[in-house]
């Protein structure tokens, strides 16, 4: 049974994984601006996601006065809050958690985790950041041009997206679209880079079984956007040319404010078909790197290892290419032929099955184990409530008749929220907490992680679980305000305000947060190589914060999986994945 | 210990919101009480084994937590727990897809006695349209709309003509006469959306789409568009009006077909004409 992690046997194959000719910078531009180093460039990227983040983080207050205090805000009106949730929303998904999962936790831990000197095409790799940071910049202009950022919710239906009905029709869809074009151009540079590291730079002895889960998290759903973000691409490109050149892709025989219009003959649901063909792998490209970072976190700081690491891995390919053949659940009420429901309903619950192993498999590394509830503990014990509880809600809206009373109201905004907002998040905080000691050689603030996780968590699921009910009574997603209306009770309202006060003391917390982050990397602890005493890769290299190349003169070399805490007769209780195993010298080990 | 605690507080507090909770759906109003049940089954399921997996994960943090001597086991698999969790969760899986497939079948297989209404969406505000005497609807374009003809209807379709049109009112619906909504919009996507019926669908402009149900109780019932249509989406109200069948006959009555509507108004137009020239 033990023979998947500890296969002395198989021993070590030869040095296949050639030493690389690095680049070195030579000066303080090429070193930290227009940095080749990925470890350099994942600090880009998560400080510039996490700074758009800020700004999807003051766009949520701002709806949640709106919707807690309707009528009481004369700042906000009905424009405004649309483009608030547009802007939230695609800033959150894309913008935010996508960047920072790949571009921010995949760069750095990458190379570091499957003992590679950096990634492979570090050139392009540095290209990726600066895209992408003038792509974020793109978005941002959009709140200063005239008529500001769209507001035709981050889905962008047309006919609605590009017509005068909706706020930002001017030029806030027209950059909107640009900016994600960007985006894509620039993941899609950085995303090459991922893949093909894991698959060609990998150490010797890093086999793709002994790969820390964080890897395979980040692997495929890079593989899995690498795939999903062309879709996108596809729909923006050709809305585009809808709205500037009148072309009709997307749009039929329609009447604008009384006037008909030109198009004539294109297809509404074509474009929602392109978007979620995106859309739902877009979920998981979020989800699975947070898999795979919470499989880690637990393992390590429950000195125990991950149960079922096999399983773990053909769960994460398995959910990876079911998500490729479910994208029509968001559409059971579109219009769609209402036939393909029965197809789609099935295949989303069945997705339910590798993605409940792996539930199962976190709690069930708990069990037996030594658990210390250290700053990532909690994060990863709160990601696995969240995330179980939206997992299930999914149950609900996947099950296509069960969608249809559901579907566009507050149930599927709690649902989202909790799914892929909040537990990706504590996801996010997690492995920040975890490895910012490696990245700046400090540890955080203990203090005031714990009273961030805290706020964090409570606050959110106060925020997230009653909008379940408020979406069960019937009340709509994206009304600015639900006015006068007959099924609504006043304690609903009531409800409303609860939830916003509780947002905004969320939103609080982040302050403290970033606070902690600046502050502990001048006055934090010193970390040492390895504070938590983790078996993986990352935390063995011979400096910290790692130097240029990661491993100075030579690669490690490896010989056993991530996860060998608490082994039975070993004198400590983990086994760094290069320490060689007692009767084995690494001289023996390649002939 | 707290953590533990902390942790089984926040499902217990979970299940006990959800038994108290005031905000709940709206009393049912048509025939879709299975849609409900189907919830209310899957609410069992997950919320199961929701309870089941933070209890079993605060046991742990209780049971385990770090003390100086403790080591952790090592237990890299146990292939057969591994696929007993697989099975179980397998059967429940199907437990709620299975009926929820049934009742998807009856919700798009229309009984071949339902009753067609027209509704229409447009930025925004809805129009309704009822077949007149001959039982059938008339063809429709969006081309031909005018200020004279709202609904775009083609004034050449013979089958159009007695075809009864509601604007800026409410809609009248039978009680216990199943009905076939069919769903068109003239500019972007809507969604004709009541609450009590738990019926829902997207209207998108140069298609028709549709649903069925039937009213079971009598009552006035509150539109919303669901589907979100630009600025005054929050505002794109109307009403349905359910009753018995002779007050609905009587309110049929009153109403007026699309040639007595056109009519009229070729009869003014006709005579601005004659006295300009």
């Known amino acids: 049974m033990v023979d998947v992690p500890y296969d002395t046997i198989a021993g070590v194959p030869p040095a296949e994984v050639a030493e690389v000719e690095l680049y070195h910078p030579k000066s303080w531009w090429t070193r930290y601006v227009f940095s080749q180093d990925a470890k350099v460039i994942a600090v880009q990227y998560s400080i510039t996601a996490m700074a758009i983040g800020m700004v999807a983080l003051v766009l949520s207050w701002l709806m949640r006065l709106q919707l807690g205090f309707p009528g009481t805000f004369s700042f906000i009106d009905a424009n405004q809050y649309l483009q608030f949730i547009t802007m939230h929303g695609m800033i959150m998904v894309i913008y935010l958690l996508t960047a920072l999962f790949l571009g921010g936790f995949g760069n750095y831990l990458i190379p570091l985790m499957v003992g590679a000197r950096d990634m492979v095409f570090p050139y392009v790799n540095m290209l990726s950041y600066w895209v992408y940071l003038l792509a974020v910049l793109v978005l941002v202009s959009t709140f200063f041009v005239p008529g500001g950022p769209t507001g035709a919710g981050w889905t962008l239906y047309p006919p609605q997206a590009i017509l005068s009905g909706t706020p930002g029709q001017d030029w806030g869809i027209i950059l909107m679209l640009a900016s994600l074009i960007l985006f894509i151009i620039g993941f899609t540079m950085g995303g090459l880079n991922y893949v093909v590291t894991v698959l060609q730079a990998r150490t010797r002895g890093m086999t793709l079984m002994r790969m820390p889960l964080t890897v395979w998290g980040i692997f495929t759903a890079t593989v899995m956007a690498l795939l999903a973000f062309p879709a996108l691409f596809v729909a923006s490109v050709m809305l585009l040319l809808d709205r500037l050149l009148g072309t009709s892709f997307f749009m039929p025989t329609l009447v604008e404010m009384g006037e008909l219009t030109k198009y004539g003959g294109g297809s509404p649901i074509l474009f929602q078909h392109l978007f979620w063909f995106f859309g739902h792998p877009e979920v998981y490209i979020v989800a699975l790197p947070a898999f795979g970072i919470i499989s880690d976190l637990i393992s390590t700081h429950a000195r125990k290892n991950i149960f079922g690491y096999r399983m773990m891995v053909w769960a994460i390919v398995a959910i990876g290419a079911l998500s490729f053949v479910v994208w029509a659940h968001h559409m059971y009420v579109s219009g769609m032929n209402p036939y393909f429901g029965f197809f789609f309903a099935t295949t989303t619950l069945i997705i339910a099955i590798p993605t409940a192993i792996k539930v199962y498999n976190w709690v069930l590394t708990l069990w037996r184990g030594d658990i210390h509830l250290t700053i990532p503990m909690l994060f990863a014990l709160a990601f696995i409530i969240t995330f179980v509880n939206g997992g299930l809600t999914g149950l609900f809206l996947g099950n296509v008749v069960v969608d249809v009373p559901l579907s566009d109201t507050m149930f599927v905004v709690a649902h989202f929220h909790m799914v892929m907002g909040i537990a990706p998040i504590m996801a996010v905080f997690g492995g920040i907490y975890h490895w910012y000691p490696k990245v700046t050689g400090r540890m955080l603030n203990e203090a005031l992680g714990r009273f961030h996780f805290w706020v964090t968590f409570l606050g959110a699921y106060a925020v997230f679980f009653p909008m379940h009910y408020l979406g069960l009574l019937g009340m709509p997603r994206r009304y600015h305000d639900i006015g006068e209306t007959a099924f609504i009770p006043a304690s609903a309202h009531d409800l409303n305000a609860f939830m916003s006060v509780a947002a905004l003391i969320v939103g609080f917390a982040q302050l403290v947060f970033i606070f902690n982050l600046i502050w502990s990397l001048f006055k934090g602890k010193e970390a040492g190589g390895n504070p938590w005493g983790a078996a993986s890769l990352e935390w063995q290299t011979p400096e910290t914060p790692p130097g240029h190349g990661n491993w100075g003169k030579e690669l490690p070399i490896v010989y056993r999986w991530a996860y060998d805490y608490s082994v039975p007769g070993a004198a400590r209780d983990f086994v760094p994945q290069n320490e060689p195993p007692a009767k084995l010298s690494p001289q023996g080990a390649h002939p | ?277």
């Open chain 2, 1 to 277: 210990m707290a953590v533990a605690i902390i942790l089984l507080l926040v499902a217990i507090a979970s299940v006990v919101f959800h038994l108290f909770s005031p905000w709940w759906w709206t009393p049912l109003a048509s025939n879709w009480g299975y849609i409900d049940d189907t919830i209310t089954l899957t609410f069992w399921i997950t919320g199961a084994v929701f309870v089941a997996v933070v209890a079993f994960m605060a046991y742990c943090v209780f049971r385990f937590r770090h003390k100086e001597g403790r080591r952790a086991d090592y237990n890299p698999e146990n292939k057969r727990l591994e696929w007993w969790l697989s099975v179980g969760t397998a059967i429940g899986v199907a437990a709620m897809l299975a009926p929820g497939l049934v009742v998807w079948h009856q919700f798009v297989t229309v009984p071949a006695g339902a009753t067609e209404v027209e509704v229409m969406g447009q930025q925004w505000q809805w129009s309704y349209r009822l077949p007149g005497k001959d039982g059938r609807l008339g063809t429709t374009d969006a081309r031909l709309i005018s200020a004279d003809n709202p609904m775009g209807l083609n004034p050449d379709d013979p089958n159009g003509k007695d075809d009864i049109v509601v604007q800026n009112d409410d809609l009248h619906l039978a009680i216990g006469k199943p009905v076939k909504v069919l769903l068109r919009s003239i500019d972007v996507l809507h969604d004709f959306y009541v609450p009590e019926f738990r019926a829902k669908m997207d209207m998108i402009p140069g298609s028709v789409t549709y649903y069925w149900f039937m009213p079971t109780r009598t009552g006035t019932f509150e539109v919303l568009c669901a589907e979100l249509c630009g600025a005054a989406h929050a505002q794109m109200r109307s009403k349905v009006v359910v009753e018995e069948e002779k007050e609905y006959h009587a309110w049929l009555e009153k109403q007026r077909t699309f040639a007595e509507l056109s009519g009229q108004r070729n009869v003014a137009k006709a005579a601005y004409k004659t006295g300009s020239e």
